[in-house]
Each structure stands twice: as structure tokens, then as C-alpha cells.
């Protein structure tokens, strides 16, 4: 079964740092650009951020609002990909979910990691 | 930025009925690289449509897409109770990847 599984949220105070997982089973997880999304409570679906593959040189974006705080990484040896975020912000507080690209959107998606910043 | 805009915000209709919902961008979306994704309470949104008319697997066929350009719809020919979600519309084929604010599609 295509499955990712997010861990790694919780309570954060303002200026924290918190380091998400994302784990994979079922594909070939290194063929696949990665992607982060985020959803505040109440709120839309707001993109975080992408991974590419090894064979476009596991390059990274991000939105402008996260870039220079949050950092993208992947280990395809373990079929995970990971959020790493510094300096959190009370409006960071979202679930934030793991998403595959597949051949046109992102076709699979995690369960989704709460995450929220108060003091 | 490519700006997605959804209207309408919240459609009112009864099971068995066709809603359409469209989805404006501030500039031309290259390629077609539309999707739509649909979410229900509690769980992650669901690939329906990308490519701007090309269903993901797993789809029911009462869900098609159309449009190119700045101008795209998704329509559900007949409605069933478990299509009642929130719609949201996305584009991938420019940084940074963009959604729209969703639609609501609550029961009448």
C-alpha cells in the first residue's frame, strides 16, 4: 500500500525549532519530488515547500513565507523526508502534511502532524 | 505569484444535482498544470483532477475538469452524498506552487 506518515509535531513556544518526519512505504520514494503543505486551523491549503529527486539534484523551494527559516531534506535510504523549522512563529501553527508529486499533482498524502507555536 | 481565486465561496445543492465550480488565475497557468483536490473534515485533501482534465485514479467519472488558460472548472455532473467537501483548486506549473481558497459544497 502508497502510504506517508507524518510525525513529529506538537507544542512549540515562539522562537522554537521543531524537526518534522515523513516516512514512505509502497514506492519508489526516490524517484518522487516531496512536497510540504500546511493548513491553519479554519483555514486553506498553503504550500511549504518541495523537494526534487536525486536526479535533479534533490534541489529545494519554498515559500516566501518559511524561506530562510524552514529546511527541506530528504534521506532516500530510509524513505523519508523531513521539515526542519527554526525560529517558529505564532502563525506557523497548522497541520502540516507530506505530499507525493506524481505524474500531474500531488496524488498522495500523508494523515498530516499538528504543529503549534504559543507560548 | 499566480493567484487562484474560487467562486463561489459556498454552494448550496441537493444530492443528485450538477455543481460547478470555477477557479480564476491572475495569469495564465502554463500547461494545464491545474488540479483540483477535494477535503472532507478531519482528513487530507484528495487528488481528483491535474492537468486540468485528466482524473486521478480511483476517481468517479461524474468528476471532470475543464479549461485552459486563466479560466478552469471543475464540474460534478450528479451529486452523491459523500461529494458534499470542500473543493480546492491548485496550480503546479509555476514557484511557488498556489491554491485557491476553496469551495464549500454543503448540502441544501
Known amino acids: 500500500e502508497v502510504q506517508l506518515v507524518e510525525s513529529g509535531g506538537g507544542l512549540v513556544q515562539p522562537g522554537g525549532s521543531l524537526r518534522l518526519s515523513c516516512a514512505a512505504s509502497g514506492f519508489t520514494f526516490s524517484d518522487h519530488y516531496m512536497d510540504w503543505v500546511r493548513q491553519a486551523p479554519g483555514k486553506g491549503l498553503e504550500w511549504v515547500g518541495r523537494t526534487r529527486n536525486k536526479a535533479n539534484s534533490y534541489t529545494t523551494e519554498y515559500a516566501a513565507s518559511v524561506k530562510g527559516r524552514f529546511t527541506i531534506s530528504r534521506d532516500d535510504s530510509k524513505n523519508s523526508l523531513y521539515l526542519q523549522m527554526n525560529s517558529l512563529k505564532t502563525e506557523d501553527t497548522a497541520v502540516y502534511y507530506c505530499?507525493?508529486?506524481?505524474?500531474?499533482?500531488?496524488?498522495?498524502w500523508g494523515q498530516g502532524t499538528t504543529v503549534t507555536v504559543s507560548s | 505569484e499566480i493567484v487562484l481565486t474560487q467562486s463561489p465561496g459556498t454552494l448550496s445543492l441537493s444530492p443528485g444535482e450538477r455543481a460547478t465550480l470555477s477557479c480564476r488565475a491572475s495569469q495564465s497557468v502554463s500547461s494545464s498544470y491545474l488540479a483540483w483536490y477535494q477535503q472532507k473534515p478531519g482528513q487530507a485533501p484528495r487528488l481528483l483532477i491535474y492537468g486540468a482534465s485528466s482524473r486521478a485514479t480511483g476517481i468517479p467519472d461524474r468528476f471532470s475538469g475543464s479549461g485552459s488558460g486563466t479560466d478552469f472548472t471543475l464540474t460534478i455532473s450528479r451529486l452523491e452524498p459523500e461529494d458534499f467537501a470542500v473543493y480546492y483548486c491548485q496550480q503546479y506549473g509555476s514557484s511557488p506552487v498556489t491554491f485557491g481558497q476553496g469551495t464549500k459544497l454543503e448540502i441544501k
Open positions: 505530499a507525493r508529486l506524481g505524474g500531474g499533482g500531488m496524488d498522495v
